[in-house]
């Protein structure tokens, strides 16, 4: 029997202005919140969407910056970022959820839990870090987008699929690829770059410790920019974090949906 296809994004106002949202499955069903990664959109989590939203209501979102969601003049901050998470589950009438996010994403997912933890009953921090990149590399990378602007966007998508995913798999699925590259291509400079700011002025490593809520550190086994390294000193830093590891590069989901989708729902299943 054929899947139904995502349900059509969708602009929902909340405390902190007019994000673009996705929401499928039963609405009375234990809701789960997924997170993009920098320079992506809801729509990177389509592959997720079946298997997802069996057993949860799966709301996906437009992280501040990027495709229908806010483009504030930034710099952003990890803060700014949560909140806005607290903001869409509040709109929705959600009191607790799981959440689940990637890269930029995770590192939100990490802020909940150290900062509103009561608020989710689970986590899953994907090809993530405490700290990711240096603050120079992130300032660099957004004074030229600020400066460049959708040329820039050009150019950091002709070199993002050697940042995303594995040679073998850019040799195969060149259309997925192709994709991805078109996300990051459209997204607004000025929500790129702020959110790059974001990433160059937080540093979790200190306060993991603080994070109690059940929590599932997920790796790219070829991963070069968020390594399996990374996801094992986060393990030694929340008490009871849970780890795997998926044979594909930094967009996990996309590169290994399969492994990626039965990680996460093993441990969404057991952290309920």
């Known amino acids: 029997m054929p899947q139904a296809k995502p349900s059509a994004p969708v602009p929902l106002t909340t405390a902190r202005g007019t994000f673009c949202v996705s929401v499928d499955g039963d609405p009375h069903a234990p809701a789960l919140i997924l997170s993009n990664s920098l320079g992506t959109l809801l729509e990177m989590w389509d592959p997720q969407v079946a298997a997802f939203s069996k057993d949860h209501r799966l709301i996906r979102y437009d992280t501040r910056g990027h495709g229908g969601s806010p483009v504030t003049p930034g710099p952003y901050s990890f803060a700014d970022l949560g909140q806005d998470v607290l903001a869409v589950v509040d709109a929705l009438d959600i009191e607790r959820a799981a959440f689940c996010g990637i890269s930029m994403g995770g590192h939100t997912g990490l802020w909940l839990g150290v900062h509103a933890g009561h608020r989710f009953n689970a986590i899953a921090v994907c090809n993530s870090a405490a700290l990711i990149g240096t603050a120079q590399g992130w300032n660099e990378r957004s004074a030229m987008v600020r400066e460049g602007g959708q040329a820039a ?12 995913f594995s040679a073998d798999f850019v040799a195969a699925q060149p259309a997925t690829v192709e994709r991805a590259q078109g ?3 459209g997204i607004a400079p000025q929500g790129y770059a702020a959110c790059c700011e974001a990433l160059a002025t937080s540093d979790l490593r ?3 410790h603080r994070i109690t809520t059940p929590t599932l550190l997920l790796a790219g086994a070829s991963d070069p920019v968020t390594t399996v390294a990374d996801a094992q000193a986060m393990q030694a830093g929340i008490p009871g974090a849970q780890l795997a590891v998926v044979p594909a590069s930094h967009l996990s989901n996309l590169e290994a949906p399969q492994a990626f989708d039965q990680a996460v729902l093993r441990f969404l299943a057991t952290a309920s």
């Open 206 to 208: 200190g306060d993991l």
């Open 153 to 164: 966007m050009q150019t950091l998508a002709a070199s993002s699929p050697g940042r995303w």
């Open 183 to 185: 996300w990051i291509a």
